[in-house]
Every structure is written in structure tokens, then in C-alpha cells.
């Protein structure tokens, strides 16, 4: 089993890699935020430990950043004891919250925890593609086009979320109500006429003929399906 260690403390990469080493587990480590993410991208690793205070990009940063494409489980380490910070990353998509300094029979409990819980799947990706359409997770973006001629699709926050949910769902029905409450609220799960305005706006940007939608098709009366390239309509 592959751990990503990510702190950039190297006594507490150093010490842990040992450690965990002796337990049979691979380490893999990063000293900043931008190396973790490469880092969980290229070396696919079954669990995620990571501090918040880190430089280039901080811990709840590196955190929605996985969280766009994957579900790996997260453990934050961390010296930030309040509870605000507890509860920044636990919104943000980690899993668990160990505060330094940490007796290390409780940190192998909790790492035995997560990977019992959450089971890793092997259709995490960082990137998407459909048509002409690249959408990369990670970095939040979506681009159309080829060569040269590739340019940046603007997506607002809600358009963003709801493409997210069906592209990350290939060929999955996603229900009308799933969606209103994944994206709006429980408060919200009636509001249809939302969804086909938003539904309406990504398909001018993001299909070859939006009025006969190829890849973000409608199921009458139950919602919405992402149809990839191959998979048929």
C-alpha cells in the first residue's frame, strides 16, 4: 500500500518515512502543495497524509484540489490545533484530522481506518476528455479545441459543479433532485427550471450542436446522463 506524505518539515518526513516504511508501507513524500498534487496524480497512492502550512500551496488548498478528481483518503497532520482549522479541512474533503504531536500507534489506527472505509477506485482520473472538450479536475478548467486552436472555456461556479457531477458519473443517471441538492441544497431539490437553464448554457459552450446535445443528455422525467465518446446515446 503507497502513502503520500506531504509536510515540509523533513525531520517529520524523515521520521515518518522510516516508520511507516517498517510497517510495509510504500512512502512517497512531498515538501510543498504543488509537489502533492503532482505527486498524487503520478504516483496514484492509496492514502493521502498531508499538513496544512505548507508553501506554494497550502493544506486545504491541496485538499479541494484532490477532491476535484479523486477520492483517495485524505488524513490531515497537523500542528494547528483550533478547531476552525479542524473543521476548514474536514469541509474542504478530508477524511481525518490528527493533531501534532501524535502517538504513532493511533496515526497507523487511523491510516488502518481510512483504508478500510473508503475503497480507492481505480476510475479516479485528473483529466476528461469528450469530443473536443479537455476537462481537467484538478486545476478546476475546462478547454475546447485542438493544436493551436485549444482556448480556455469560461464556466461559472454552478455550471462548473454541475458538469463535474455528470462527467465524473460516464454514463450513470443522475437524478434531477441529486443534482438541485448536490448543487443548490436540500432546499432547492423542486427547482427544475434552474437545472435547464444551467444544463442549456454548458451545452452552448460545450457541445458541436447544442440544440441535439451529444454528450450531456437529457432522460426525460429523470434527469440528466453524461454519454461518453463510444458509449452511444
Given at each position: 500500500?503507497?502513502i503520500?506524505?506531504?509536510?515540509?518539515?523533513?525531520q517529520?518526513?524523515?521520521?515518518?518515512?522510516?516508520t511507516?516504511g517498517?510497517?510495509?508501507?510504500?512512502?512517497?513524500?512531498?515538501?510543498?502543495?504543488a509537489?502533492?498534487?503532482?505527486?498524487a496524480?503520478s504516483?496514484?497512492?492509496?492514502?493521502?497524509?498531508?499538513?496544512l502550512?505548507?508553501?506554494?500551496?497550502?493544506?486545504?488548498?491541496?485538499?479541494?484540489?484532490?477532491?476535484?478528481?479523486?477520492?483517495v483518503?485524505?488524513?490531515?497532520?497537523?500542528?494547528?490545533?483550533?478547531?476552525?482549522?479542524?473543521?476548514?479541512a474536514?469541509?474542504a474533503?478530508?477524511?481525518?484530522?490528527?493533531?501534532?504531536?501524535?502517538?504513532?500507534?493511533?496515526l497507523?489506527?487511523?491510516?488502518?481506518?481510512l483504508?478500510?472505509?473508503?475503497?480507492?477506485?481505480?476510475a479516479?482520473?485528473p483529466?476528461?476528455?469528450?469530443?473536443?472538450?479537455?476537462?481537467?479536475?484538478?486545476?478546476?478548467?475546462?478547454?475546447?479545441?485542438?493544436?493551436?486552436?485549444?482556448?480556455?472555456v469560461?464556466?461559472?461556479?454552478?455550471?462548473?459543479?454541475?458538469?463535474e457531477?455528470?462527467?465524473?458519473n460516464?454514463?450513470a443517471?443522475?437524478?434531477?433532485?441529486?443534482l438541485?441538492?448536490?448543487?443548490?441544497?436540500?432546499?432547492?431539490?423542486?427547482?427544475?427550471g434552474?437545472?435547464?437553464?444551467?444544463?442549456a448554457?454548458?451545452?452552448?459552450?460545450?457541445?458541436?450542436?447544442p440544440?441535439?446535445?451529444?454528450?450531456?443528455?437529457?432522460v426525460?422525467?429523470m434527469?440528466?446522463?453524461f454519454?461518453?465518446?463510444?458509449?452511444?446515446a
Open positions: 500500500m503507497k503520500l506524505v506531504a509536510d515540509d518539515d523533513p517529520f518526513i524523515r521520521a515518518l518515512r522510516i511507516l517498517a510497517q510495509g508501507y510504500e512512502v512517497v513524500t512531498a515538501d510543498d502543495g509537489e502533492a498534487l503532482s505527486k496524480i504516483e496514484h497512492p492509496d492514502v493521502v497524509m498531508l499538513d502550512g505548507m508553501p506554494r500551496l497550502d493544506g486545504i488548498e491541496v485538499v479541494e484540489g484532490l477532491r476535484g478528481w479523486s477520492q483518503p485524505i488524513l490531515v497532520v497537523s500542528g494547528r490545533t483550533g478547531a476552525a482549522d479542524k473543521v476548514d474536514l469541509d474533503g478530508a477524511d481525518d484530522y490528527v493533531t501534532k504531536p501524535f502517538a504513532m500507534d493511533e497507523l489506527a487511523r491510516i488502518r481506518a483504508t478500510r472505509r473508503v475503497v480507492p477506485t481505480a479516479d482520473q483529466t476528461a476528455t469528450f469530443g473536443d472538450v479537455a476537462v481537467d479536475f484538478s486545476a478546476k478548467t475546462v478547454s475546447r479545441g485542438t493544436g493551436a486552436a485549444r482556448a480556455s469560461r464556466l461559472t461556479p454552478t455550471e462548473w459543479r454541475i458538469l457531477l455528470l462527467v465524473q460516464p454514463g443517471l443522475v437524478t434531477r433532485e441529486s438541485l441538492t448536490q448543487v443548490w441544497g436540500p432546499h432547492h431539490s423542486r427547482d427544475t434552474y437545472l435547464r437553464l444551467y444544463l448554457q454548458l451545452r452552448k459552450k460545450l457541445e458541436p450542436e440544440a441535439a446535445p451529444r454528450y450531456l443528455v437529457t426525460s422525467g434527469g440528466y446522463r454519454v461518453p465518446d463510444g458509449a452511444g
